[in-house]
């Protein structure tokens, strides 16, 4: 969700800058834009669509210092007028914006909404330096101690020789190369050994030589960070999308996993649960799936209460929080917005931070106690899948944290050969795409599953689905099961498999089409997904999702979407 590049150094073409923009492409944007300084003028370009045409409007102009954005729109629709860069009233300042200014309505009152011109809440910030006064480094400081809210922010002036940085709850990365500078929102675009990670409520005043940091106005030193940010590379390979190659590296990321936590006991041991009395596990989306399971798991293995919550929720809803609670914060990204609101609530609470993440150098990663690699190298598809069964390895490791831990690594291990690796069959994509709507059910671990299976072919098909723990049907949701209906039900637990097939036969009987995902070949009579089973029970559910995601990636295709880039949707959440 929007992506920030700022470059300064020797005069280079913009186009390098915009083609570092692009490894951003993948956050999810709609419109992009730069401005840079040619004779004593900003001059500001911006266009609503794909990065490439802003390089194409760009040709080969060239510049020492240029900011540029990609945009997600939140305020304001996606038109080049909303499109960042945005240029102040007077045309001294310009400013790309990440984030969400809370009280822009108040400082555009304190300005004069007269002055404005867009319907973004950026824009608050280039007039907010337009309307201080002094030189730009204390209009700078000045705007920032100003601003309530989130925010990454560059800005230029006129005089072409700095360019500045603020941050707020939201990246910022700052990498020195040999021929120049280079800031970004995101770190996997810095091809760079070493890095500064911007502070909260810090200043940075850039040029080709020298970074000084400010922090409440005093000039302050930041440590440099070594970049161990060691992503495999990015190109498809063989595979057309990256969502299938994604899919097809669960193996590896589970065999990374069993790897680094087989290591060292740093991660995980027996002290992170001392003292613990409840467990809150929080995140969004797909990662609030993981925590479902995570909060099964922890509770079974360690009897220890737990239980799951959605990051949006929680801050209002007032759970048991006190020192003696452990959250566990699980995000791919580590930058969600609801999930760093319900960490930072558990900061203020005492509780015990864990942060499970991709991003090793995440806001949510720096505000844990401790952090849980996912292990799963670059995920550039929007929709999560390598790091979804990531997620859950992790958790499982962590819910035999105090004893069996040797094992549980070995039954990981173990199911790195087992996710099925035949293609779904074009008779079961055909029955999901005629379908009117298509619903998912299992019981206990397999609903989460079917929650998730559902999640992913709306977001990526825009197929209506839904997923239900099988139980619930009765309950309601069966009066929506006619002709045209498909059923996918999940069934990898031996003790509820006949009460999930009492399931399956109510709903043939009213019309649906049935698909079964199982491991019991017992179960005949059906359009079937065969999968393997693991030896312990919890981890069916990573052979489980598996073909779900499948399923999902190859619906899409076939109805000619595109599954690494779905419509409205942004791979990082960066907003409320
Ligand atoms: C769905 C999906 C989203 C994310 C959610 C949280 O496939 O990817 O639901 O899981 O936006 O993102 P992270 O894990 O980055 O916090």
């Not at 991660?267 to 995570?294: D, P, R, S, W």
């Not at 005949?524 to 073909?547: K, Q, R, W």
Request: proline share 2%.
């Amino acid at each position: 969700m929007c992506g920030i590049v700022g470059y300064i150094g020797s005069k280079t073409d913009i186009k390098n800058a915009l083609e570092t923009l692009k490894k951003l492409e993948y956050r999810g944007y709609d419109s992009a834009g730069v401005a840079f300084v040619k004779r004593g003028k900003i001059q500001c370009f911006k266009r609503v669509g794909q990065i490439n045409n802003l390089i194409e409007t760009i040709g080969k102009k060239s510049a020492k210092i240029c900011i540029c954005h990609t945009r997600w729109a939140t305020h304001g629709k996606a038109t080049e007028e909303n499109a960042h860069p945005i240029m102040s009233y007077n045309n001294n300042f310009s400013v790309v914006h990440n984030g969400i200014i809370e009280n822009y309505k108040y400082l555009k009152a304190k300005i004069g909404a007269e002055k404005f011109s867009t319907s973004t809440d950026t824009e608050v910030i280039c007039n907010l330096l337009e309307y201080l006064k002094g030189d730009t480094i204390s209009r700078v400081i000045e705007c920032e101690s100003l601003l309530e809210g989130s925010y990454a922010s560059l800005i230029i002036d006129k005089c072409n020789k700095y360019i500045y940085a603020i941050k707020n709850k939201s990246p910022m990365y700052i990498a020195c190369g040999k021929k120049g500078t280079t800031i970004a929102s995101d770190i996997s675009c810095l091809n760079a050994e070493y890095f500064y990670n911007l502070p909260d409520h810090t200043v940075a005043k850039i040029n080709k030589k020298e970074i000084t940091f400010y922090s409440n106005g005093n000039i302050i030193d930041l440590p440099l960070c070594k970049n161990i940010h060691n992503f495999e590379s990015n190109d498809l390979g063989q595979y057309k999308t990256y969502m299938q190659k994604e899919i097809a590296e669960t193996n590896k990321t589970i065999s990374n996993i069993v790897e680094l936590y087989s290591s060292s006991n740093n991660y995980i041991n027996e002290n992170i649960f001392k003292g613990i009395k409840n467990v809150i596990l929080t995140g969004c989306g797909t990662a609030y799936h993981a925590c479902c399971l995570g909060a099964n798991w922890i509770q079974k293995n360690l009897k220890i209460p737990a239980s799951a919550y959605i990051a949006s929720e929680l801050r209002y809803s007032e759970p048991i929080l006190d020192d003696s609670s452990l959250m566990v914060l699980v995000s791919q990204s580590g930058e969600t917005a609801d999930t760093l609101a319900a960490g930072e609530l558990a900061k203020d609470k005492g509780c015990r931070i864990i942060t499970i993440t991709n991003v090793g150098y995440s806001t949510l990663a720096n505000l844990a106690d401790v952090c849980l690699p996912l292990c799963a190298g670059a995920e550039i598809a929007v929709a999560s899948t390598k790091a979804y069964a990531a997620m859950l390895a992790v958790l499982y490791l962590l819910s035999h944290a105090t004893s069996g831990f040797i094992k549980s690594l070995q039954n990981l291990k173990e199911i790195c050969q087992k996710f099925n690796s035949d293609n779904i069959s074009k008779d079961i994509v055909k029955k999901v795409i005629n379908s009117k709507r298509v619903f998912f059910i299992g019981r206990l671990d397999d609903g989460v599953t079917a929650s998730e299976g559902a999640l992913k072919l709306k977001e990526i098909a825009y197929i209506d689905a839904c997923g239900y723990f099988a139980g619930e049907l009765k309950h309601g949701t069966i009066a929506l099961i006619e002709n045209d209906v498909v059923v996918i039900a999940i069934i990898t637990n031996p003790n509820l498999k006949q009460k999930t097939l009492n399931a399956v036969e109510e709903v043939v009987s009213r019309g649906a089409e049935v698909i079964i995902i199982t491991n019991d070949k017992s179960i005949t009579g059906y359009t079937t997904i065969f999968i393997d089973t693991a030896i312990d029970e919890e981890l069916n559910s990573l052979l489980s999702v598996y073909p779900l995601q499948k399923l999902a990636c190859e619906v899409s295709l076939s109805l000619g979407f595109n599954p690494d880039k779905p419509r409205n949707l942004a791979k990082s959440v960066t907003v409320e």
